[in-house]
Each structure stands twice: as C-alpha cells, then as structure tokens.
C-alpha cells in the first residue's frame, strides 16, 4: 500500500540554523500539506499546497516558513531561522482529488532546536 | 477563535464493548469532518470522514454529525485492545484551514 514518507525521522540543529525538512508524498496525490505538533499538544496546520501554489496557511505559516515541489516527488518545508520554539514534529500528509480532504500523513520529522 | 473541543479521557472500556467519542466545534460554516487514530509516538490515520448529518458507519466504526448542534461522535463497537490509542476529532473550516482537537485516549481492557 503507497504510504507517505518523510526524512529525516529525527533533525537536531542550533537556533538560527535553516533546515530543510523532505516527504515524498502518496504518487497519485495532488493535494499536499505541512502540520506539526508540539509534544503534548494538539496537531496544527501549516499549509496547503496544490498546483504548484499554497492554497491556505495558518498563522503559524510565517515567513520564516515557505514549501517548494522541486521535482514531480519531493515536497518541502524550509524553515530559514529556527526558533526554540520550533521543536516539534512536523507532518506530511497528502490527498487524492477525488476525497482531496482526506489526507494520509508521513510518519514525521522530530525537529529539535537546541 | 476556531476550537475543536475534545473530552481528553482517559477512557477506559472492557474488550467487546461500545467506545464513544465526542467531539464539539465552534465555526458553524465548518463542512467536513474527521476522525485520526494516534498511537504514542506515530503520525495520525485516517478513520473517517463525514460532510452530511446522521450517521455514517464503517465496519466497526461509526461517525456521527449533527451540525446544528455542533457536533460530532465516533462510535467503536466490540473494542479490541489494538483499539488502545488517541482519537484525534479534525474539523475543515470555511477557509479550507483545518483545526484538530487535543484527542481522546481510549484505553481497551483485555
């Protein structure tokens, strides 16, 4: 069964630090999506992405965040100057146009920020 | 303020009984609904979905909508302990955003 996958599992870098978080959504799929969640807390949206463009995001979704398809697989979150506060884990998911709602997700990256 | 609201539990049911999960929501435009199952330490997985009010079922599952009172269940019938796990309440809101309560642990005793 397709699945969604993410790398890395685990990412540890220093405050200031640009990382680059990758999945590889579900081959069929055309709608995409970042969420993350804060240890002990709930799952929150990031972004939505489709055709090539963002389609919503979230409050949380600021400038220091942007999403790119670099070629007809990956799917990115870049986060240009981590916080401490940006330690958690973070999702993929992905849909299919015709249930595009309901979304698969990755196993997750586990960002830590030291 | 959108909220997806979400008793925490625990909850705790014998193996083969009726588990049920509830959910509110505060944005009335809210169209699509879903439930995630989140085992410790693992992403969520998709149950089901509901757009329309009543019930929808799935093998041992069944959802339920009422929109005008905001709110939406899931029933788990003849629980197993594989059933042991957080059930995550997802709500798509008008602006195509979507909004996920704190979760349900249900625990399933053998």
Same mark, same amino acid.
Not at chain 1, 1 to 15: D, I, L, R
């Given at each position: 069964?397709?699945?969604?996958?993410?790398?890395?599992?685990?990412?540890?870098?220093?405050?200031g630090?640009?990382?680059?978080?990758?999945?590889?959504?579900?081959?069929?799929?055309?709608?995409?999506?970042?969420?993350?969640? /804060?240890?002990?807390? !709930?799952? @929150?949206?990031?972004v939505s992405f489709y055709n090539n463009e963002i389609s919503e995001k979230s409050e949380i979704f600021d400038d220091q965040f942007s999403v790119e398809r670099p070629d007809g697989s990956n799917f990115t979150l870049k /986060?240009?100057?981590? !916080?401490? @506060?940006?330690?958690?884990?973070?999702?993929?998911?992905?849909?299919?146009?015709?249930?595009?709602?309901?979304?698969y997700f990755g196993p997750g990256t586990r960002l830590t920020v030291t | 303020q959108k909220e997806v609201e979400q008793n925490s539990g625990p909850l705790s049911v014998p193996e083969g009984a009726i588990a049920s999960l509830n959910c509110t929501y505060s944005d009335r435009g809210s169209q699509s609904f879903f439930w995630y199952r989140q085992y410790s330490g693992k992403s969520p997985e998709l149950i089901m979905s509901i757009y329309s009010n009543g019930d929808k079922e799935d093998g041992r599952f069944t959802a339920q909508l009422n929109?005008?009172?905001?709110?939406?269940?899931?029933?788990?019938?003849?629980?197993?302990?594989?059933?042991?796990?957080?059930?995550?309440?997802?709500?798509?809101?008008?602006?195509?955003?979507?909004?996920?309560?704190?979760?349900?642990?249900?625990?399933?005793?053998?």
């Open positions: 069964e397709p699945e969604v996958t993410q790398t890395p599992s685990h990412q540890v870098t220093q405050m630090q640009e990382v680059i978080l990758r999945c590889v959504p579900i081959s069929n799929h055309l709608y995409f999506y970042w969420y993350r969640q /804060i240890l002990g807390q !709930k799952v @929150e949206f990031l /986060i240009r100057s981590t !916080k401490l @506060e940006d330690s958690a884990m973070y999702f993929c998911a992905s849909s299919p146009t015709r249930t595009r709602y309901e979304q | 929109k005008a009172s905001q709110y939406v269940s899931l029933l788990i019938r003849d629980s197993q302990p594989s059933d042991s796990a957080t059930y995550l309440c997802a709500v798509m809101g008008p602006g195509n955003q979507f909004y996920f309560g704190t979760g349900t642990s249900l625990t399933v005793i053998p």
